[in-house]
C-alpha cells in the first residue's frame, strides 16, 4: 500500500503517501461555487481527485471523502475584493439564493454522475454550516488574530506571519502580497492590505445574512473551508486537493485559520490540478471562451465542432497528467471519443476471449511484454498517478487483444496465469481505477421500441420459418439477461 | 386556475384554493428523516405532493417547493420522548453521523428521480439552519413562551393555550394531551408535560451538538421546519403538507412557534396524506412489516412475490385518493404493473394513429363521451385532486384507443377537434401531471449488445439479400433517431 508517492505541492516533492490512520485516509477537496453552471474549470478538479479517492480505494484504503458545495460568502480575489457571487446571481434571475443554489447544485451533481465520479461520503455547504464558521471566527478573535470593524472581522495576517511562514505554499513573500494589493471596497477597514475577511457585514440589500455575534452578515470565503474540514476530518487530516489557481489565497487563508483556531496544519498532503486553456488561451468569463458542461454535451458553443459525451470528456482529462496544462481543441476531444470506444471495446473482447493452452505456442518474450505492461498500470498510478501512462500501457494491451481476436497472435503465447491477471487488471483499471464506461445514450422508450422491433423480427423470422435467426435473437437477449415471454397478447420481455 | 378545491385539515372542508400571489404559490413539504433507508411510508407523501406540485404547475402557477431533509434533531413521539435517532443510527454504523445523512440523503434522492418525481425548488436540511433554528428560539424566548432548564430550552404550551386554540389542527384538547404524557427522559425539566423541546442540551457522548446560547446542544425536532418554511416561504405561505402522522406533536408545534416567532399562521393550507397499511395492518418497524424502496424494487422481502418498478410504485400510490388508506397488497401491485402497461402503450399507440376524416362516420353521442371523458380528468383533479378517478377516465379513453386501433371502432365517429384535444390532454395528464413514464429496465452495455445484434442481423439480411428486412431494421432505427453508418471497419451507430 505505501508505494504510492504523491506530489506535495506544500514540499514541492513527490513523497511517499503514508496517511495518519492508516487504512482510513481523510480527503478534502474545494468543490464548486454553485453561482453559475458548472464549466470545464469545475470537471477537471472533480475527475483528478476521483482518480485519487478510486486508486485509494483500489489500494485498500477507506477513504472518507469530503467535497463542499460553496454556495454563499463573500469572494475575494487575489489583489482585489469582490462581491457576493452567489448573492449577486440570484438577483440577476430574480430567484431566492437558496433556489438558483439548489438548481445548479442539481445541475452539478448530476454531472457528476454523468461523469462517473464516485459521490463524496459528505458534501457539506457553507450556508450549512455557518454557526461553525462563527464559532472558528470568535476561536481567533479570543487568539488576539483577527479583529472587528464595522461589523466586520478580518484575519490579522501581519501578526500571523510574525511566527508562521505566510506564503509557504503558493511560493509568494508577505511583502510582495501587500505591495500587490490595492486599495478596494473593505480594504480601508483593514489594519493591513494583506489581511483577510473572516465575515463581513451585510448591508441592507444583501439577501443572504445571518446573525451573529458581529452583527447581521456573511461569512467570508475562506472559513468555510477550514470550518468544514476540520469539522469531518480532524486536522491535520491526509490530502486537501483543489485547483492550481486555489493556492493563493484561498489555500492560504485556510492554512492559517485552522493554524490558530485548531492549532494544528490543515492537512499533510497539499495537492492541486493543474488548469484547462482553450486552444492555447487561458479560459475566462471576459475571453467568452468558458465552455459549460451542457454546452459540451449538446455540442452548443462557437468553439465545439461537435457535441462530446461526458465519458469523452473524462477521457480527455485522463489523457493529461494532472499537473500539466490541459489544452482543449477538438481535434484532441475527436481523438479522445475514439480512443475512449477503442478501449471499451478491447475490454468487451477481451471479457469474450476464450483462453486456450497450446504448449507449442508459449512464448516467454511476448509473456514478458504482457505482463510488464499489466504491472506498469500500478507503477504509473503509484507515480503520482500519472493516468496518461496507464492510458498507454492499456492501450498497448488493447493491440494484443485485437491480435488474439484477429488470431494474428495466439493467445496461448501467453500463460494462462498472465491471461487471468490480465483480464482482472484491465477490467480493474478501466472500470474501477479510471471509471470508463459505456454510457447512456438512448432514453427508455427507444429501448422499448428496439425491443418491439426485435420482437417483430423474431416474430417475421418464425414465420418464415427462419429459425436460426429467431433462436439467435432469443439467445442473444437471453445472454444478455432479457426474457422473452410469449402469451396470448403477443411476446413480452422482462429483465 | 380558481376552481382547484383542496381539502383543509384545519378547516375540515374542501376549499377554493386561492393563492396569497397568484400566480405564485408557496408550498413546503415534511421529508424524510434520513436516519435510515427510505421506506413506503416516505414515498406517499413525496408522490402526493408531487401531484400538487405538477398540477399546479399545469394550471400555470408557478410553485415555489420546499422539502426538507431532517438529518439531525431530538425526536418527541407522542407521549414520550425519544432519542436522536440520526446520531444513534450513526452510532451503530460506526459512521461520522453525516457520512451516514449523505449515503441515505443520496439514497432517497435517487429513488424520488426514479419515482419521477419532480425535485423541489429548495431542499433545506435541519443541519445547515441551525443559526435560523437558534434565532428563532432565541425570538420565542425572547416574547416570554420558552424558558431555559439546564442548557434545553422548551416552549411554554400552557402560556401559548391561553390565547390560542393548541391542538386545532389535530383535533385535540390540551387538557388530553396532558393527562396522555407520560412522565420519561426530560419531562422532569418541564413546566408541564404537554411542553415540547425547541433545544436540547447535549450530554458529552452526544455526536452531533452545536454551540448555542445555552451551552452545546442540538435543536428539537419540530422547531427546524418553522424556521425553515419562514425563511424561503415567509408567513403565511399556501400550502403546508405532510402526513396524518405528523399532525401531532410535528405540525401542531409548528404553528405553536410560528405563531409566537413571526406572529403569523404558518400556512393557508395543511394538506395531509393518510398512511399506509400493509394487509390492513398499520406499517412499523416493531411489526417488522416496513418494506423500504430498494426492497420494494430487488423484491428482497418475504411479504413480496416478486420485485415492483417504481414506477409501478407510483402507480400503485396514484390509484388510491391520497386522503384514504392505502392498503398495500402483491394483488394490487401486480395489478398495478398491467394497468400502467396497458396505459402507456395507449399512449403510444394514440401518438401512433392517424386521423381519417369520414363525415359519414361522425357519431354526436360517441364524440360527447371522449370529450366527457377528457373533461373528466381536470374536473376529478379539481376535486381535491382524486388521481384515482383520473386513472379511471383514462382507461376508459384507453378502451376506445384500443377500439380505434382494432378498427372495432372508426376513429372518424369523434371530430378532428376533439381528437386533437384527446391527444393533448391524454399526453398533459399521463406524462405531466401522473408523471407516469417509460423506465430505463436495461444498462446502457445492453443497449450496446442489443445495437451489436441488430446491426448483425441487418448484415445477415442483406448476405441473404432479404432487403425487406435490413431495410426495416435501418428505417425503424431511423425513426426512433438511431442512424447506421457503414464503414470500413463495421456498421456503427449514433443518436
Avoid at 452567489?86 to 442539481?106: D, F, G, I, S, W
Avoid at 470593524?149 to 490579522?156: A, I, K, M, R
Avoid at 470508463?436 to 423480427?457: F, G, P, Y
Amino acid at each position: 500500500m505505501n508505494s504510492l508517492k504523491i506530489y506535495n505541492t506544500l514540499t514541492r516533492e513527490k513523497e511517499i503517501f503514508n496517511p495518519i490512520h492508516s487504512p482510513y485516509v481523510g480527503m478534502y477537496l474545494c468543490g464548486p461555487t454553485v453561482s453559475g453552471e458548472s464549466h470545464l474549470g469545475h470537471i477537471r478538479p472533480a475527475v483528478t481527485f476521483d482518480i485519487i479517492n478510486r486508486y485509494l480505494k483500489y489500494l485498500g484504503y477507506i477513504v472518507r471523502y469530503v467535497r463542499n458545495i460553496t454556495d454563499a460568502g463573500h469572494f475575494e480575489e487575489e489583489g482585489r475584493e469582490s462581491q457576493d457571487k452567489v448573492a449577486n446571481k440570484a438577483r440577476l434571475e430574480q430567484l431566492e439564493p437558496m433556489e438558483m443554489v439548489t438548481r445548479y447544485t442539481n445541475l452539478y451533481r448530476d454531472a457528476m454522475d454523468k461523469l462517473n465520479v464516485l459521490r463524496p461520503s459528505i458534501e457539506p455547504t457553507a450556508t450549512g454550516h455557518i454557526v461553525e464558521q462563527i464559532n472558528m471566527i470568535e476561536d481567533i478573535m479570543s487568539k488576539g488574530f483577527a479583529y472587528e470593524v464595522n461589523g466586520s472581522v478580518y484575519f490579522d495576517v501581519t501578526r500571523y506571519a510574525q511566527e508562521n511562514d505566510y506564503g509557504r505554499l503558493s511560493g509568494r513573500k508577505i511583502g510582495e502580497m501587500i505591495a500587490g494589493s490595492r486599495e478596494l471596497e473593505g480594504q480601508g477597514e483593514k489594519r493591513n492590505p494583506a489581511d483577510f475577511a473572516l465575515w463581513k457585514n451585510a448591508p441592507p440589500e444583501h439577501l443572504m445574512r445571518w446573525r451573529s455575534p458581529w452583527g447581521e452578515g456573511f461569512p467570508g470565503w475562506h472559513i468555510e473551508c477550514s470550518a468544514m474540514s476540520s469539522k469531518y476530518l480532524g486536522a491535520p487530516f491526509d490530502i486537501h486537493g483543489g485547483g492550481m489557481d486555489l493556492l493563493f489565497p484561498h489555500h492560504e487563508s485556510e492554512i492559517a485559520q485552522t493554524k490558530i483556531a485548531v492549532g494544528k496544519p490543515v492537512a499533510n498532503y497539499w495537492v492541486h490540478n493543474n488548469m484547462i486553456t482553450i486552444k492555447g488561451q487561458k479560459m475566462s468569463k471576459s475571453l467568452g471562451n468558458t465552455i459549460t458542461i451542457s454546452q459540451m454535451t449538446d455540442g452548443n458553443h462557437l468553439l465545439l465542432e461537435q457535441a462530446y459525451s461526458p465519458m469523452t470528456l473524462r477521457f480527455f482529462i485522463l489523457q493529461t497528467h494532472y499537473r500539466s496544462t490541459l489544452d482543449f481543441s477538438n481535434e484532441v476531444l475527436m481523438a479522445a471519443e475514439k480512443g475512449l470506444q477503442r478501449l471499451l471495446q478491447a475490454q468487451r473482447t477481451l471479457k469474450d476471449l476464450a483462453y486456450n493452452e497450446v504448449d507449442s505456442d508459449f512464448n516467454q518474450e511476448e509473456d514478458n511484454i504482457v505482463k510488464q505492461l499489466i504491472d506498469s498500470c500500478t507503477v504509473h498510478m503509484n507515480d503520482d498517478l500519472n493516468t496518461a501512462m496507464v492510458l498507454a500501457s492499456l492501450f498497448e494491451l488493447s493491440s494484443k487483444i485485437y491480435s488474439w481476436q484477429n488470431a494474428q497472435l495466439k493467445i496461448s503465447s501467453i500463460s494462462r496465469e498472465t491471461f487471468v491477471l490480465l483480464l482482472k487488471t484491465f477490467n480493474d483499471f478501466v472500470s474501477d481505477v479510471l471509471g470508463l464506461k459505456d454510457e447512456i445514450t438512448v432514453d427508455d422508450s427507444k429501448m422499448n421500441e428496439l425491443m418491439d422491433l426485435l420482437i417483430a423480427l423474431r416474430k417475421e423470422a418464425r414465420e418464415k420459418k427462419d429459425f436460426h435467426t429467431s433462436d439467435k435473437i432469443r439467445d442473444n437477449l437471453k445472454k444478455i439477461g432479457i426474457q422473452l415471454k410469449d402469451g396470448k397478447e403477443g411476446t413480452t420481455w422482462g429483465v
